[in-house]
C-alpha cells in the first residue's frame, strides 16, 4: 500500500512569489491534513480537509490556503511568499476525521520550501 | 487553546540503557495523546498512543505514562538502539471538541555508542 506522497519534495521560490504544493494521501483516507515544521515553532497546523471540506483550520494567515479534491487529494497554496514561510510542509493522511479514531496519522515525507 | 512543551530539548543516552523524554500539556480536557518519532529527512511516525482512561500503555520496547494530574507524560524507550536516534514529539488534543493534535516543539535523542 502505497504511502502519502508529496510533491515537489524541494523547491525554491523568491519573495512575493506563490507556491502550490501536492499531497496524495494512502489510499481509502479521507482525511488530509497539512502541517509547517520549523526548528524553532516545531509542526504547527494548518488545516484539515475531510471529504473535500475544511474541518478545521490553524492560526495562519490568509495567504495560506488549501482545497481538497473528491479523490481526496489535495492541495495547499502560498500566496506572496515572505522569508519567514520558509519551512518543511508536511501532509497527513488518516481514514477518519483528524485520525483520532484509529490514533495514527500517516505523514509524508514533505515538501521543503525555501524562500529567497 | 492547548500548547504541549517538551522538558528537553536534545537527550543523550547510551545503547543499551533507557531513554525518557518527557512532555507536558496545558489543556486538561485533553484526552488522547500520542507519540511520534521524526527521522532525518523524514516524516513523523507514529509510535504509541495513549487515552486519558489509561495511565500506561506499552509497545513494544516503548511504554507512555501518562499523569492527567499534573498534564504530563512521558515516554519510555527500553534498551535504546542507534537506529532510536530521532526526534521525538508528543501531541495532545481534545477528542470531544473535534479539534487538530496539537504538537510539541520536539526532543532530540541521540544514542552514543
Known amino acids: 500500500k502505497a504511502g502519502v506522497t508529496q510533491t515537489p519534495r524541494y523547491l525554491i521560490k523568491t519573495r512575493g512569489q506563490q507556491v502550490t504544493l501536492s499531497c496524495s494521501p494512502i489510499?481509502?483516507?479521507?482525511?488530509v491534513s497539512w502541517y509547517q515544521q520549523t526548528p524553532g515553532q516545531g509542526l504547527q497546523f494548518l488545516f484539515e480537509?475531510?471529504?473535500?471540506?475544511?474541518?478545521n483550520k490553524g492560526n495562519f494567515p490568509g495567504r495560506f490556503s488549501g482545497r481538497q479534491f473528491s479523490n481526496s487529494r489535495s492541495e495547499m497554496n502560498v500566496s506572496t511568499l515572505e522569508l519567514g514561510d520558509s519551512a518543511l510542509y508536511l501532509c497527513?493522511?488518516?481514514?477518519?476525521?483528524?485520525?483520532?479514531?484509529?490514533?495514527?496519522?500517516?505523514f509524508g515525507e514533505g515538501s521543503r520550501l525555501t524562500v529567497l | 487553546g492547548e500548547s504541549v512543551g517538551l522538558h528537553l530539548p536534545t537527550l543523550s543516552v547510551q545503547e543499551g540503557d533507557n531513554s525518557i523524554i518527557n512532555c507536558a500539556y496545558s489543556?486538561?480536557?485533553?484526552?488522547?495523546f500520542i507519540w511520534y518519532k521524526q527521522e532525518s529527512g523524514k516524516g513523523p511516525q507514529f509510535i504509541i498512543d495513549?487515552?486519558?482512561?489509561?495511565d500506561k500503555r506499552q509497545g513494544q520496547r516503548v511504554t507512555v505514562l501518562l499523569n492527567k494530574t499534573v498534564k504530563h507524560l512521558s515516554l519510555q524507550i527500553a534498551a535504546t538502539q542507534p537506529g532510536d536516534s530521532a526526534v521525538y514529539f508528543c501531541a495532545a488534543v481534545n477528542t470531544g471538541t473535534a479539534s487538530k493534535l496539537t504538537f510539541g516543539t520536539g526532543t532530540r535523542l541521540q544514542v552514543t555508542l
Open positions: 489510499s481509502g483516507h479521507r482525511s
Open positions: 495513549i487515552r486519558s482512561n489509561m
Open positions: 480537509y475531510f471529504s473535500e471540506t475544511q474541518r
Open positions: 497527513a493522511s488518516s481514514q477518519s476525521a483528524g485520525g483520532l479514531d484509529t490514533g495514527e496519522l500517516f
Open positions: 489543556n486538561s480536557a485533553s484526552d488522547y
